[in-house]
């Protein structure tokens, strides 16, 4: 299933305006797998841990310490319409202070693809 994802960050603390990108993104055509954002992350040795799925609601942790350390936790919920909706908050270090990462997603069915399931 090709799903359009729509990305805003905040950083917690900074005054600078949120940023929000948007991708495409080739899932399991019985629903999105958050990991398949995860793995997706180039030059990354990122690893999800303690990955729950209840009813239509995915928890998660992900632990990274390539290029940079960084550790997030995130929510997912499955959505009525082949899509979904979630959150992380990440955490890590810049320029050697401590920093929070808030990141919502939003990701709407836009078609068909053929799908390779990420490596864990």
Known sequence: MKLT???TLHMQGMAMP???MSREVC????GFDPRQ???SRSGSDCKVSDYR???S???FHVACTRPQ???SDGTFRQLADSGFDGEMRTTTAVAGHDATLDTH???QHVGDCTYTPPKH
């Open 5 to 7: 994802t729509t990305t």
């Open 18 to 20: 949120q940023r929000v």
């Open 27 to 30: 899932t399991a055509p019985a």
């Open 37 to 39: 954002l995860v793995s």
């Open 53 to 55: 799925q209840r009813s």
């Open 57 to 59: 609601t995915i928890t």
């Open 69 to 71: 350390k960084v550790s």
């Open 105 to 107: 997603y939003v990701g």
